[in-house]
């Protein structure tokens, strides 16, 4: 994220406050990074459905800014990224600010128990919400939300294949996985990859690949070329905006990896739509510092 | 963009052309997949099943509802969801009501344009996610039916005016934009 996007606020604030703040920032506005990719696209598109789609996207955006909406409906499960140091008070505060802000920004309720579908009126029940710790030496807490759509997150895909397929068979799942999706995960938007780890590391490492602002290069130059690669490949299918045809499909590839068991290779996509809503706070001894995107 | 009036009757959705971009004016009904599986269970059950589904214009949208003090609705935001997950129960659900129009994203099945083309019916795609844009759209909340399927599953009745855009993605031929996107991108996938 460029420093430029980034909000610094002195303490003291609640945690619980700056938790809502994430929320409602996330919801409202559109990460830079995305907002700067969707005026790009608009630009160069120049199938007359694409352009109309790219339009309604931006106009969208600017209006979800400006009346403090949010931009979409599905206002998704909000997956959080709690890193450096913490205790487990910050469950409760985030479970807390979920609730309040169902009603305050408002949220679509979205949770339903999975078996009778009963829905809990504010997005929280067994499992909810979803948070995933990252414990470090760091002299920072940082709390990561992203709101996660399920026109996206039903896309997703692990496939176990064999180390004989190598990375032509790992390419090719992708852009399948992607192609198939068609118009349901609302393109364009970001892929997140996973090479690698166990089964359930594989889908872990391909959503925390969203969280990462698409203007930032991959330290690995492998993987910045593997990502150029399959970015240029998606985008000359013509599938488009929303499906209608174009030359915008996604706006990035963001792939990571892990290492494997010899016998194995892992390969998970996980889809962000082009409302890929992300916020981060991190937070010192003396300030906040907001962003909406960040490398995990 | 050209404004299409609803209720529609089958001779001006038969007129629509694949890739032509409208807006409606006029009254819109949400549903989605538990207003698909109760309507349908309800008729099997011969119970009785709202009446303002018949010939109408079906919107698949969860909408963001407020309902203010003094018990009155409005809409927040309402974008369309996948219509993908309503295949199977639509093919039955346009011939049972003589649906007009279904406005979705992502599109449907070739089972589902096969019933558009017998009924005369088009399938038209928002742009997905562009929730605060249709919602202005929505300009009104006009009722409600199965409340009790919670605040994304009920069925609203909206008086919208100009709600788009709007593009003809099936039409009442069962053509579909999908279908020769997907052939396109077989050609240029074909090429690398
Ligand atoms: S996929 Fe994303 S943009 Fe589309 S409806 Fe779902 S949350 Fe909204």
Redesign the interface.
Known sequence: MSPSDSMVVKLPEPTEKIIENLLRVANTKIPEDIGWALEAAAGWETNPTAQAQLGAILENVRKAEHMYKPMCQDTGIPIFYVRGKFDSSIAKDITQAVENCTKSVPMRPNTVDPIIRVNSGNNLGLGMPCIHYIPTDDDFTEISVMLKGAGSENMTKLKMLNPSDGMEGVKKFIIDSVIDAGGRPCPPGIVGVGIGGTADECVAMAKRALMEPLDMEDPDPEIQALEEELFVKINSSGLGPMGLGGDTTVLGVKVRKAYCHIASLPVAVNIGCWATRRAVARITDSDIVYSQGVRL | MKTLYSPLDEKSVRSLKL?D?VSITGPVYTGRDEVHIRALEYLDEGKEVPQCLKEAVLYH????M?EDKEGKWSV????P??S?RMNTLEPRFIREFKIRAIIG???MSREVAEAMKEVGCVYL?A???????Y??GLSRVTGRDWADL???EALWHFETRSLG?L?V?IDSEGNS??D???E??AE??SK?
């Open positions: 890739g971009i949208c969860g909408p963001i407020v927040v935001a309402a974008g969801t996948t993908a994203k992502g599109g795609a742009t997905g996610g562009a929730a605060v844009s919602a202005e919670g605040m994304p855009p593009v993605a934009l999908y020769k996107v997907r396109k991108v240029n996938l690398q």
